[in-house]
């Protein structure tokens, strides 16, 4: 069983910066993929991006060039920094873990909201 815990949502003017962390415990961090999901009321969740196992990141065309997923192993969590946001971004964020190595997500935090005024 693993447990996700988010942090760092907010308030912030269009153009800011924030950054999220999302803390893992339980099983072998650094053997997972970590993705980040969104959803904004009644929309449905979508993907924001992802960071594999051995580092690479992937993104959705919304967030690229904004947004960047890292990851630190000693410390068992993965970061969200979003850049030059956007009242569109405002949505729960949600982090998750996949265990495999492509398919569905297996375990997902609680959430943090990220609001954005414009």
């Known amino acids: 069983q693993v447990q996700l815990v988010e942090s760092g949502g907010g308030l912030v003017q269009a153009g800011g910066s924030l950054r999220l962390s999302c803390a893992a415990s339980?099983?072998?961090?650094?053997?997972?993929?970590m993705g980040w999901f969104r959803q904004a009321p009644g929309k449905e969740r979508e993907f924001v991006g992802a960071?594999?196992?051995?580092?690479?990141?992937y993104y959705a065309d919304s967030v690229k060039g904004r947004f960047t997923i890292s990851r630190d192993n000693a410390k068992n969590t993965v970061y969200l920094q979003m850049n030059n946001l956007k009242p569109e971004d405002t949505a729960k964020y949600y982090c998750?873990?996949?265990?495999?190595?492509?398919?569905?997500?297996?375990?997902w935090g609680q959430g943090t909201q990220v609001t954005i005024s414009s």
């Open positions: 339980g099983g072998t961090f650094s053997n997972y993929d």
């Open positions: 998750a873990v996949r265990q495999g190595t492509f398919g569905q997500y297996d375990y």
């Open positions: 960071i594999k196992r051995g580092g690479t990141t």
